[in-house]
């Protein structure tokens, strides 16, 4: 009987292959896709980042079936979720948990890609993807934050989408169009969960297909940032690799039940995050009458609203304004990471085998990034706003002086094989 269906189902592959090369295609890009047989801890980021991307599609789908996406509803429908629908408190956790999950992972995964040159050639179009997906992720996680209609979400999009309209010229009719009207409003909600649901998730399904995709063609990095292409056996398989099933499937297993541990962990116990996850003033229904005491986003946003609010000067001669500059470096401290892979002129990959400088630099760029989170999520005053201002220009002097220091600082020698 085994043997029967066996045969069965090997007769049904080899109608379908004929058509449609699927175990080819599962065997170069899954199964037998060779990958190193020796990488650390940060290279489960990316199979984690997998395992987030399909809690959010499920848990989104579910919550999307109770949710009202009008300005009268909106509110009203989480509560519902959360008091009334059976499990909706699990879902909608396990939601927004998955929310900051997913920038911490991701975060992780390119600051990954940072110490072991994942971006350097042949490798730029992968990591382009990676930052195109770091761009629709943060668009992604702004159009959500805004469904729940509380008072953080109103008023978080009110400065966020008021940033469109310092743009001269074409500012303030952008700011309407986006909007949908003159004003936050349920035209706005209609538009930012259309978005949410199908148009940003569908983008990114087809980026993560097309990371991957490039990432297989050019193979898969390692810490010590050898080729292991260049030596193979008799079948074809690199020595210093292993088949992607069982050895990397395997292998991630535990990793992810330890994730999933600290996930649920996190959803069941303490799934406001003090806060950090889920902010006190959006458990209240959006009152463009009330501003909240101190808007801030939510933590993941927060390095980069901490550069928007360290711009407090213009260019008066050029007729920029401070809010307008402070739209330009904050969209440029995101602009800025597409083009890493032009400003390294580093002969060797790995941060292990480059310069000193190098190294100081990962050191200040994540140092600055870090403060410029721990500053967002707190109010302004003197002391915070200049150390922000710092920070921000350490954020992108590393970056800016890439080009000089990899050129010509000293490097060791990298190893021919794992």
Request: hydrophobic share 50%; charged share 15%.
């Amino acid at each position: 009987m085994e043997v029967q269906r066996k045969g069965m189902f090997s007769s049904v592959m080899s109608w379908v292959d004929k058509r449609l090369p699927l175990t080819e295609n599962l065997e170069r890009h899954l199964t037998k896709h060779p990958v190193p047989k020796k990488v650390n801890f940060f290279y489960i980021f990316g199979a984690l980042l997998m395992v987030i991307f399909m809690v959010q599609v499920v848990t989104g789908i579910w919550l999307m079936m109770f949710y009202t996406n009008t300005e009268e509803g909106a509110f009203a429908s989480v509560e519902y979720i959360m008091r009334d629908v059976e499990y909706g408190w699990l879902m909608r956790y396990m939601h927004s948990t998955g929310a900051s999950a997913f920038f911490f992972l991701m975060y992780f995964h390119m600051f990954r890609g940072l110490l072991y040159g994942s971006y350097q050639k042949p490798k730029e179009l992968v990591w382009l993807f990676g930052c195109f997906l770091l761009f629709l992720l943060m668009a992604e996680g702004f159009l959500g934050y805004v469904l729940p209609w509380g008072q953080m979400s109103y008023w978080a999009a009110n400065v966020i989408l008021s940033l469109f309209g310092a743009i001269p010229f074409i500012g303030p009719d952008l700011q309407v169009w986006i909007q949908g009207d003159y004003v936050l409003s349920g035209a706005t909600l209609s538009r930012f969960f259309a978005l949410h649901v199908v148009v940003v998730p569908l983008l990114m399904i087809a980026l993560v297909v097309f990371h991957i995709f490039a990432l297989h063609e050019v193979g898969a990095g390692n810490p010590e940032g050898v080729n292991i292409e260049k030596y193979r056996d008799e079948s074809g398989m690199p020595l210093d690799g292993a088949p992607f099933h069982p050895y990397k499937t395997l292998s991630a297993l535990p990793a992810i039940g330890v994730f999933f541990i600290v996930f649920f962990g996190i959803v069941f116990f303490a799934p406001e995050g003090g806060g950090y996850f889920l902010e006190k003033p959006n458990f209240e229904e959006a009152n463009f009458l009330k501003t909240p005491e101190h808007i801030a986003p939510v933590w993941y946003y927060a390095p980069f609203y901490s550069i928007l609010r360290a711009i407090t000067f213009g260019i008066p001669f050029l007729g920029i304004t401070s809010k307008f500059l402070g739209f330009i470096i904050f969209a440029g401290s995101i602009a800025i990471l597409f083009v890493i892979p032009w400003l390294d002129r580093s002969k060797v990959q790995s941060i292990r085998y480059k310069g000193v400088y190098s190294k100081i630099g990962m050191v200040v760029f994540a140092v600055s990034f870090i403060t410029l989170g721990y500053l967002g999520t707190k109010p302004v005053n003197e002391m915070r706003t200049l150390l922000a201002q710092i920070c921000t220009l350490l954020y992108f002097l590393p970056l800016i002086l890439m080009p000089i220091y990899t050129k010509y600082e000293k490097t060791l020698e990298v190893p021919e094989r794992l």
